[in-house]
């Protein structure tokens, strides 16, 4: 019986020559997904490109135990984790550390630290339905996210960019964990009250 | 935390426990100290959910309507 060819990986000039197809497959999927995680479109599109050209620049080491796709995916949330500790690191350096207090959470809560009327969530039920997709939810999510302080939108996004490694995230952005889980703390509250906000002006 | 603090835990406090355990379990006087509070106070069960539905709707996130056209030009020129 004749050997059957033995099967071999596909080398990496075979990779190179694929990688074309790669670009002309995947750069819209990434585009979108990077679009929806940063402000305004060359920054997306930087990043996009960035992505490609370090894939291009490591082939070698794309072992294809994974699909492309997602070897891309984790090239691109590397870049934009790097987008976001950047931005973070500059903002802090010009403004010095501006984290403390914030005007809103005074509104949202009263001396005691229960919810004021008005902002209470009891009453928004009806806003954040579980069941149904909702594309009112998500544009207002994306409005919402857009109004944020640029470091509650960094505390936001590292948390999905760095799998939710606590530490990692820390260390990325020079912060203590309080800090930390105080700005996740702060993001959420603003943006379901600015979500909560949005919706209802859309009815 | 002190058992005092456990039994008077304000809605600040939960909303802040509600979010620090996606990242972190909590000890067991938080644990108990929030799953207390969260039974007597229908404002933070009501934020638990809708926090958990920000969280979905984060996860998820795309855009539609792209034209990546231009952009794919350009990455194979800067690769070629």
């Known amino acids: 019986m004749p050997n059957a060819p033995a099967r071999t990986a596909p080398s990496a000039t075979d990779r190179r020559k694929e990688f074309p197809d790669w670009v002309r497959a995947h750069t819209g999927d990434l585009l979108r997904y990077t679009l929806a995680r940063v402000k305004g479109t060359e920054v997306a599109e930087d990043i996009v490109q960035v992505t490609f050209v370090s894939a291009w620049e490591t082939l070698d080491r794309f072992a294809g135990d994974s699909s492309p796709r997602t070897w891309l995916f984790a090239i691109l949330k590397h870049k934009l984790a790097d987008h976001y500790r950047k931005s973070y690191r500059e903002a802090k350096a010009v403004s010095g550390n501006a984290l403390e207090n914030d005007a809103l959470e005074g509104g949202l809560f009263g001396v005691e630290g229960h919810w004021n009327a008005g902002h209470s969530p009891g009453q928004d039920a009806n806003v954040f339905r579980e069941d149904e997709p909702d594309e009112r939810l998500d544009k207002a999510l994306r409005l919402c996210l857009e109004a944020l302080p640029g470091n509650l939108r960094t505390a936001v996004e590292m948390k999905y960019l760095l799998d939710h490694d606590s530490d990692a995230i820390q260390e990325a952005l020079g912060i203590t964990a309080t800090n930390y889980w105080q700005q996740l703390h702060r993001a959420k509250l603003r943006l379901r009250e600015c979500i909560k906000e949005r919706v209802a002006g859309m009815r | ?80």
């Open chain 2, 1 to 80: 935390m002190a058992l005092t603090d456990t039994l008077k835990l304000s809605c600040h406090k939960a909303t802040a426990l509600i979010e620090r355990r996606e990242l972190r379990p909590l000890g067991p006087a938080e644990r108990l100290g929030l799953w207390m509070h969260l039974r007597i106070c229908d404002h933070c069960r009501a934020f638990e959910k809708q926090s958990r539905v920000i969280e979905t709707l984060l996860l998820r996130r795309s855009v539609v309507n792209v034209d990546s056209s231009a952009l794919e030009a350009r990455i194979l020129t800067r690769i070629g």
